[in-house]
Nanobody, 122 residues
Framework: QVQLVQSGGGWVQAGGSLTLSCVTS????????VGWFRQAPGKEREYVGA????????VFVDSAKGRFTITRDNAKNTAYLQMNSLKTEDTAVYYC???????????????WGQGTQVTVSS
């Protein structure tokens, strides 16, 4: 069983930055694709982006391109979502997830973090 533990959420003013972390204890973390998702109140879960086990990362949400960056440190079994120039519309619960597939479609994630709230105020 793969467990993902998230940290780093919170409150920030518009224009600010936050970095979310997703850490797992599984020793084969470096073989997993890690995805980041978010869900705002009343909206469907959105596939923000992903990073493959070998390093290439992608941001799928147009409004987040150029502002969000996904990285990983396999030595620390940790993936990160760096969010810059945050906007109020980025307010959501953010989730990390892991998949053995690379690439992984949004429905192909088997393991999920607990979610962390990000609130951006104007």
């Amino acid at each position: 069983q793969v467990q993902l533990v998230q940290s780093g959420g919170g409150w920030v003013q518009a224009g600010g930055s936050l970095t979310l972390s997703c850490v797992t204890s599984v020793h084969t973390f470096n073989t997993y694709t890690v995805g980041w998702f978010r869900q705002a109140p009343g909206k469907e879960r959105e596939y923000v982006g992903a990073i493959h086990w070998s390093g290439p990362s992608f941001v799928f949400v147009d409004s987040a391109k150029g502002r969000f960056t996904i990285t990983r440190d396999n030595a620390k079994n940790t993936a990160y979502l760096q969010m810059n120039s945050l906007k109020t519309e980025d307010t959501a619960v953010y989730y990390c997830a892991a998949s053995r597939l690379s690439p992984a479609a949004r429905s192909e994630y088997d393991y999920w973090g607990q979610g962390t709230q990000v609130t951006v105020s104007s």
